[in-house]
């Protein structure tokens, strides 16, 4: 397996899916995340790991018994010695195409394989009810101006933002260009964001999180409306994932109008 950059037109073709914005993104190179592909000129299979997600994805469909042999050997022999160098115990993953997710579970069948169903929800048009913002917080729209603030130091915990913003994007130009923020400020700290943490074709997947002590407030739902709003506006479509485990989330984004469109599954096991 070979770490890669940059894929052909024709690679990216073969191994992205409208259906998984996160990893595709990645694949396209349209965001920013880690990708190993078995065949530099013709890759039948990836490894992609998404920050965002903090999770891996193995896309493509490999009909040769062989390729999934050797994909095995490169975790065990490579990768989970990465992750255990991280301080990391476990492999996490999704498979993509439900043709090749039977061949990499029975390479790994003699591992104690847990998994957990993931939810993925998208909103095709505007919020058009009531959205009302809690006393003492107010929201702005993550842009130019608001970026030059954030590095002026005008704000305490710039990281909040700023780290998940360049982890998947690279750069505040890249994320302007291709994606959509808010955030919710209190006095001078920011408290909640959501944000498009990658895109595929006109998708944009959704990562969203308030500060504990401020959460049960309503921050999440306005946030949430702001931000499918101004992506109908801009073309695009808004996809919220959450784990079957995470029920307040779900709740949130069918409070919001996002509708079920798929469900897939997490792997995960020791290594």
């Not at 729209?141 to 982890?167: I, M, P």
């Not at 504990?212 to 506006?233: M, P, Q, T, W």
Request: glycine share 6%; proline share 2%.
């Amino acid at each position: 397996m070979f770490k890669v950059d940059k894929l052909s037109l024709k690679a990216i073709e073969k191994l992205t899916y409208d259906d998984s914005p996160n990893f595709s993104g990645i694949v396209a190179g349209e965001c920013k995340g880690d990708m190993w592909v078995d065949d530099l000129d013709n890759p039948n299979i990836a490894l992609v790991y998404s920050f965002a997600a903090d999770s891996f994805s193995i896309l493509g469909e490999p009909s040769n018994i062989q390729i999934y042999n050797k994909f095995k050997d490169f975790l065990l022999e490579n990768m989970f010695h990465q992750l255990k160098g991280k301080g990391i115990d476990y492999f996490e993953f999704s498979v993509e195409s439900e043709k090749t997710k039977p061949y990499i579970l029975d390479i790994f069948n003699n591992q104690v394989i847990q998994s957990e169903d993931e939810y993925i929800l998208r909103k095709t048009d505007k919020y058009n009810g009531n959205n009302i913002v809690p006393d003492g917080y107010e929201i702005f729209k993550v842009d130019y101006e608001f970026l030059k603030k954030l590095e002026s130091g005008l704000f305490e915990n710039k990281d909040f933002l700023a780290e998940r913003l360049l982890e998947s994007w690279g750069t505040y130009d890249n994320f302007l260009n291709k994606s959509i923020g808010y955030v919710a400020v209190n006095q001078n700290e920011i408290v909640a964001v959501i944000l498009g943490t990658a895109r595929f074709k006109n998708i944009i997947p959704i990562d969203i999180e308030t500060e504990n002590s401020h959460r049960k407030k309503g921050l999440a739902f306005a946030l949430a409306c702001y931000f499918v709003n101004e992506c109908i506006d801009n073309g695009v479509i808004a996809q919220w994932d959450c784990m079957d485990s995470n029920i307040a989330s779900r709740k949130t984004a069918e409070r919001v109008g996002f509708q079920f469109f798929k469900k897939n599954k997490v792997y995960w096991f020791d290594i």
